[in-house]
Structures are given as structure tokens and as C-alpha cells.
Nanobody, 120 residues
Framework: QVQLVESGGGMVQAGGSLNLACAAS????????MGWYRQAPEKQRELVAT???????NYADSVKGRFTISRDNSKNTVSLQMNSLKPEDTAVYYC??????????????WGQGTQVTVSS
């Protein structure tokens, strides 16, 4: 019943910006940590940024100062503003959320991914 839908990916030149958005929908009681992960071709998935339900962000060192994560708890959305993009940021970006689908069940959920391509 729960799904995460990402949007905002695309192709940009180095130095450009993109804004990714993710919306959680379906049946759940509470959304806890939300975040963004990415996976480059033939590489393992890595954490980009997370944000707690209280709005406390954490960033991978590689994106600090360039990316900003935010969330709207009333809308169950999380966004990632990506500035000063580099070719090494090229990857499929996945939205992640930890949520309670029932008062007794907490699980990780993942979006389908959105492609970000940064040309040099």
C-alpha cells in the first residue's frame, strides 16, 4: 500500500542544479527518517543525505555544502536541492523512508529511482 515516488531528475551540465522530490503515499501511521541514496553504474548504493522527522539533516561528505535536504511532514515529502553538480554526482537517486505501516510495524521503503546525469 505504501509507495515512494521520486521526481526531478534529469540531465544538467556541471555546475548546474536540480531539485529532487519524493512523496510518500499509502497507508501508514508515521514517517520517521527520510533520505536520498544514489547508485552509479556498477557501483553500490550509497547514502547521500538523510533528515530526521525533527528536521535534523545528515550529509555524505561528498555533497556537503552543495546539497540541501528538506522535508514537509504535513505532506510526507522530502526534497533534495542539488547545486554545483559534478559529473561524479551522476547516478540513479533513490528516495528512502522509514515508517510505521501499523502501530507495531516499522519498515524501510524505497522509491523506484530517478536518473541524474551531469555532463562535463
Amino acid at each position: 500500500q505504501v509507495q515512494l515516488v521520486e521526481s526531478g531528475g534529469g540531465m544538467v551540465q556541471a555546475g548546474g542544479s536540480l531539485n529532487l522530490a519524493c512523496a510518500a503515499s499509502g497507508s501508514f501511521f508515521r514517517v520517521y527518517v527520510m533520505g536520498w541514496y544514489r547508485q552509479a553504474p556498477e557501483k553500490q548504493r550509497e547514502l547521500v543525505a538523510t533528515i530526521s522527522s525533527g528536521g535534523s539533516p545528515n550529509y555524505a561528505d561528498s555533497v556537503k555544502g552543495r546539497f540541501t535536504i528538506s522535508r514537509d511532514n504535513s505532506k510526507n515529502t522530502v526534497s533534495l536541492q542539488m547545486n554545483s553538480l559534478k559529473p561524479e554526482d551522476t547516478a540513479v537517486y533513490y528516495c528512502n523512508a522509514i515508517l510505521d505501516t501499523t502501530p507495531f510495524t516499522r519498515r524501510d521503503y524505497w522509491g523506484q529511482g530517478t536518473q541524474v546525469t551531469v555532463s562535463s
